[in-house]
């Protein structure tokens, strides 16, 4: 299983971004994903789920309204839309794969993670 | 929403030493914990799910056990590459909270 996220930059506040995530090793369609995030000097924090044939997705309150999360089963990839971007969404995001097909509100583990990319909103 | 509290924040060990990590839940969670080990730039790694479930090629020195709101991670002798960073998080319900981190240096 291999998970190669990218997109992070830097923007300013009110800004926009899109992460993505290509997925390899597995039956991509099977699994639910997830982004996970770190802000700096925080814990990790569950940010949205979508499942594996991308017909229910759920958020963190924190980002719900500004963040979309989908997928494209044909190109074996997930993304991150975030809109209105804050300075509090400053952070290291984690693609990560759910070991079953859906996740409720973040109410899974995740078996395998990618490297990580950094997203920094700032002014 | 649930609280997750690891102690303690920094431990220092030696290679060889059993080293014990404690994770505890503000309210019962059952067994649905996962622990994740993370060393600097790199993916977390998952190492134990249902509290006690090895994943595939974790060495066995790793452990896991407990159940409601208390529960440890334990490797029973330390190695090199053990020196990292591990987490737990709940998945019982919404947001799967994860704790703050233990940070195992070298002693």
């Known amino acids: 299983v291999q998970l190669l996220d990218s997109g992070g930059d830097w923007v300013q506040p009110g800004g926009s971004l899109r992460l993505s995530c290509a997925a390899s090793?597995?039956?991509?369609?099977?699994?639910?994903m997830s982004w996970v995030r770190r802000a700096p000097g925080k814990g990790l924090e569950w940010v949205s789920s979508i499942s594996g044939y991308g017909d229910n997705t759920d958020y963190a309150d924190s980002v719900k309204g500004r963040f979309t999360i989908s997928r494209d089963n044909s190109k074996n990839t997930m993304y991150l839309q975030m809109e209105s971007l804050r300075v509090e969404d400053t952070a290291v995001y984690y693609c990560?794969?759910?070991?079953?097909?859906?996740?409720?509100?973040?109410?899974?583990?995740?078996?395998?993670w990618g490297q990580g990319t950094v997203v920094t909103v700032s002014s | 929403d649930i609280q997750m509290t690891q102690s303690p924040s920094t431990l220092s060990a030696s290679v060889g030493d059993r080293v014990t990590l404690t994770c505890r839940a503000s309210?019962?969670?059952?067994?649905?914990l996962a622990w994740y080990q993370q060393k600097p730039g790199k993916a977390p790694r998952l190492l134990i799910s249902k509290a006690s479930s090895l994943q595939t090629g974790v060495p066995s020195r790793f452990s896991g056990s407990g159940s409601g709101t208390e529960f440890t991670l334990t490797i029973s002798s330390l190695q090199p590459d053990d020196f990292a960073t591990y987490y737990c998080q709940q998945y019982n319900v919404y947001s799967g909270a994860f704790g703050q981190g233990t940070k195992v240096e070298i002693k």
């Open positions: 090793g597995f039956t991509f369609n099977r699994y639910a």
């Open positions: 309210q019962s969670i059952s067994v649905w």
């Open positions: 990560a794969k759910v070991p079953w097909e859906y996740c409720s509100t973040g109410n899974c583990y995740f078996d395998f």
